[in-house]
């Protein structure tokens, strides 16, 4: 499968502890994105990769989250001292460009407890 | 702000039966826009998308969108559903040159009955 691979698929937490997600975009693809989808809801923009260079980010995006994308291949997104709060799925994208659309993973699922 | 919104959040159709969802986006200036879907289990995928020329595209399986700048809407379309469409429809938009993420709408929950 040459799609867009997320690992784990489901993560369960005790709040406050710390998560980390990875996503493997198509390789060439220069460009990564992370949105978050909660039930009943569109998935929300993240944040958003040029190769390694992280471009732009969501006011969604507190100072709990990081995210990296060493050289410009995959990608981890962290949580830090996770709260119920963050409970959702967790969604990778990657692209070619905008002209292109996305290409999706199939999610991370979070449940904090 | 940029924003996407769907006004259907659920729709329950029988076989057969023609299809439109609605989207309408607030963009100013040029607008890239998409559909996605999302089958029960399954990730989001491309149905169709426009960028520029002509308004009335054609995605997979069938689906169709009209772009109508003067009504700012993306409705998308098909003249007769089978169960298989029974999914999650999602209408996204990008400011034309924008380097952050596309924006979503909350989705249409389709329902085929057989």
């Known amino acids: 499968d040459t799609g867009v691979s997320q690992n784990p698929r489901h993560k369960i937490t005790k709040r406050g502890q710390n998560v980390t997600f990875r996503c493997d975009p198509i390789?060439?693809?220069?460009?990564l994105y992370w949105y978050r989808q909660t039930l009943g809801q569109g998935p929300e923009f993240l944040t958003y990769?040029?190769?390694?260079?992280?471009?732009?980010k969501s006011r969604l995006l507190s100072d709990r989250f990081s995210a990296e994308r060493p050289k410009g291949s995959f990608s981890t997104l962290e949580i830090q001292r996770t709260e119920q709060g963050d409970s959702a799925m967790y969604l990778c994208?990657?692209?070619?460009?905008?002209?292109?659309?996305?290409?999706f993973g199939s999610g991370t699922r979070l449940t904090v407890v | 702000a940029q924003s996407v919104s769907q006004h259907n959040h659920h729709v329950i159709l029988s076989e057969a039966a023609s299809l439109e969802l609605g989207c309408n986006y607030s963009?100013?200036?040029?607008?890239?826009l998409f559909w996605y879907v999302q089958y029960p289990g399954q990730h989001l995928q491309l149905l169709l998308k426009y960028f520029s020329g002509d308004p009335l595209v054609k995605g997979i399986k069938g689906f169709e969108a009209e772009f109508i700048k003067s009504k700012f809407s993306f409705n998308l379309r098909k003249p007769s559903v089978q169960w298989s469409d029974t999914a999650e429809y999602f209408c996204a938009g990008i400011s034309g040159g924008g380097a952050d993420g596309l924006t979503f709408g909350k989705g249409t929950h389709l329902i085929i009955q057989p």
């Open positions: 994208a990657s692209s070619p460009g905008t002209a292109y659309g996305y290409t």
């Open positions: 990769f040029q190769n390694e260079a992280q471009l732009e």
């Open positions: 390789s060439e693809h220069n460009r």
């Open positions: 963009y100013g200036g040029t607008v890239n």
